[in-house]
């Protein structure tokens, strides 16, 4: 009897039922996928070179190696800091003063006319690197010296030296051990330093000194494995040490291939590396990366690449964000890079992207409460529960 | 109604009627004449306010000045100046004059500063020590820092001895000047060929008033070995000629055009005094082409400069680049035609500096003073002078001096200090906080040949975090500056029009006293064992173990339990003896 009434109101309700769950579930799958929430907008580099005296010549060229690529794929010198240890090009064994080579043949002058030092000698220290790396600098330091990334960086950090396993030795008197540059990474990750990490290391042992880490968004490439040495390419009889080291070699190998235009993606460039010619196994650990790794182009962190977002109608700022009744005629492409955003804005194309998912005005009014607490996932699904018990209840009192 | 429609009668009576039929209709073509004159006046009166104001804007020069030296060397000496009015006329907006320097001035009230990055050493004895040159741009190696604040007497003094310097230097430097590198004088800057010299030198000069505003004077000085293809030039009276160089041999490049925004840009080639009594006693003339040397190119000018004495002391030729182009650059060179040996005018006496004594503990500093015998060519022989040398020396806390341990010796014999120095003045270092600052005005015997002064000191101790990474190199003491204030290297050009505008030469013809630094010392400290923490842990903590884990052991052992175990043992020992002692038995029986 019970059973009989129940039926005809039954197949009334599941239809308001279904859509309520629908919108719930809409709204969870929204939320998780706004986890990463910022959007990239600025790519920062971070190159050090941690070797003193005059037969770690490569070291240097490695690094300078390095910056020649990065700025010439587009990072600006305001958003390098390049942290040389000793002074190589205007050293008095130096043949060749105010040149750098990384290669014999001598066709490429990595010093250049432009290059800026930001910290050099004996300022290259471990404490001074960490502070690089987390920010916490004393009031006097100088702007060209800070990292000045937000939540929408990427950042690519490059270390070179002798290092061992979980260590990486800076100036030859100091050390710098696995689990502290895991504590610094993690401190960037809690202080929305960067969106996304990529750390490339060229020493012996090189993939114990990432072995520590565990922040999300960072992936790490080592030249060789525990127990591995890395080596040297060749010697320049001329300048009379080594020049560049095989990983590096291999690196700007790959790079010099390449212009601003390029989409290689990091796949490629990490298995373009063969053992057999490294003479160690480069070793990468992608478990705390979630994009795949063939979606990745290199000038992501490589280069400093924008696209932008050709619009018909007038440029009004930061309204275009809040104002629905005019949206952007490219409106499929949301996952595309704005240009110049600054802090504020990412939040708002955040509720851009989220507007596209769900009807315009509840979601507005809700993420509007929630200004603030943008990845609380947690309150997104306790949200969802209430829904759900809501819907329940319903059901139940039919 | 019908008012409204048509408009109000009374305004259209008062409305604009034609001309001639008010009464006062002259006025108005007068007013309006009146007004056009007011107005053209007006106009007239602030344009010629504006350019008699006309100093009331930046402006910016630029200048090379190239030299040969006797070591067959050359000097390049660049020199660049922007200048902003008073703030008051001007306000914050700059175009020309750098940004951060304003700022900088305003915000620490500074009313001069000098900031140079040196590497290498000025060779007094070749180069010489008596002209503006050596005098204003010969700095010793490293970083040194000169400041003065407004309204304040106190002179701020920095020294780094070590640092080196290269590109990455230069790059900063050239962004204060309002085209960088990429246009002007400053295009020549090729950076091997520049850190390849025997001595570069780059030097900011700042000065500040409220009247003149702010004068930035930036100097890069460079000494070249000129690369020339061809190597040793032997001349018919087997003499050596010097080599021929051009600023293509010096930078790799020509000048292909000035600055736009820069007021004057100009090459000068001045050959100093030793050439020009050279050319002069041969009986030649100092025109561009003479019988000792010709010039590529032929000047725009010609300006002879004097000494302070009146004497002729340089002669300069003027290339204005605003004349060449790209298309028709300037490479302005020198080409010998005799071979020509020549001194520079040296400083009354040349100063350099040693160390003295073994050991780690202490040692002395030594300060030499060698004549020159300048006085004799400056102003006779006369028997009863004697000549005035001021010292200024920065100490580090870790080198404690002993200022009471002051010994002058003269050609060889002790003098009393009192005989010697007219002030002394000492500012004592504090450890780790101040170095220690000595200052003494002395007075020198015209005949002295030789005098040195020493100055003992302890060699301090340093906390193992204070030592650098390559702690066994050792650590500098920063030159000392050696000035004769009785003489004075400013040069004169009494034949130029003043209004050639040229700071360069307006830079020669100041006032300055004649200035030498002598060498960095380099002194060795008592390095500790680096690997001594290391060592003391690892000790400590296996000694640690060894006792804990002994000490454990034995509080964890119970008394019973030995004898219990003991008894096992024994009850076990004496069964299998019983069974051995059996199957003996057994065996032995079994036998017989």
Redesign the interface.
Known sequence: MAFGRRSPRSSRHPPALAIVTALLLAFLFSAAASSTDAMHNNNWAVLVCTS??WFNYRHMANTLSLYRTVKRLGIPDERIILMLAD?M???PRNS????VFNNENHQLNL???????DY???EVTVENFLRVLTGRHESAVPRSKRVLSDEGSHILLYMTGHGGDEFLKF???EELQSHDLADAVKQMKEKHRFKELLIMVDTCQAATLFSQLQSPGVLAIGSSMKGENSYSHHLDSDIGVSVVDRFTYYTLAFFEKLNMYSNASLNSLFTSYNPSMLMSTAYYRMDLYERPLNEVPVTNFFGSVMKTLHTDSAYTGFLAAHDYATPLSVGDNLDDHFMLKDRSTPRRSNIEKEAQLTPHGWTEVLLEQLEGKNTDTVVMYGLGGMGILLALSTWLSM | MAAHSRGHPAMRERGFSPAGTSPYWWIRPCAGSILFLSLLFLFLFTAAAASAAAPEEEKFTEELLLRPLPDRKALAYFHFRSSAPPAASVGRHHHLFPKAISQLVKKYHISELELSFTQGRWNYEQWGGFDPMSTNNAKPPGVELWGFKLNEGNLRYGALPREAVCTENLTPWLKLLPYRDKAGIASLLYRPSIYKGYYHSQKLKLRSSQSLGIILDQTLTVVLQPNTVSGEQLHSNHGQLQPNWSMRHLFNRKLSGKCLVSKSSRVFIEVDKGIVDNVNKSGSDLSWSNEFFVLSNSPDKLIKGQNHVEIQSSFLYVYDASNYTEEKPLDVGITWKLPLVWTCTPSPFHASRFLMGSGNERGSIALSFMSTNLHKQISGSPTDCSIKAVIFQVVPWYVKVYYHSLEIFIDGSRKTVSEVVDKIHVIPSEDKLLPGTLEMLLRFPCSMQSGTLTLDFDRGFLHIDEYPPDANQGFDIPSALVSFPEFSSARSYPEIDPVLGSPLLENFQEDSVVKSYTEVLLVPLTTPDFSMPYNVITFTCTVLALYFGSLLNALRRRIGEEERELKKTVVILKKWQLLASILYRKFVDELF
């Open positions: 003193r005296f002074d090009a205007c050293n060749y003063p105010a040149q010093y250049g006319d432009n290059v800026e030092v050099r000698g004996y100036q030859d008197s």
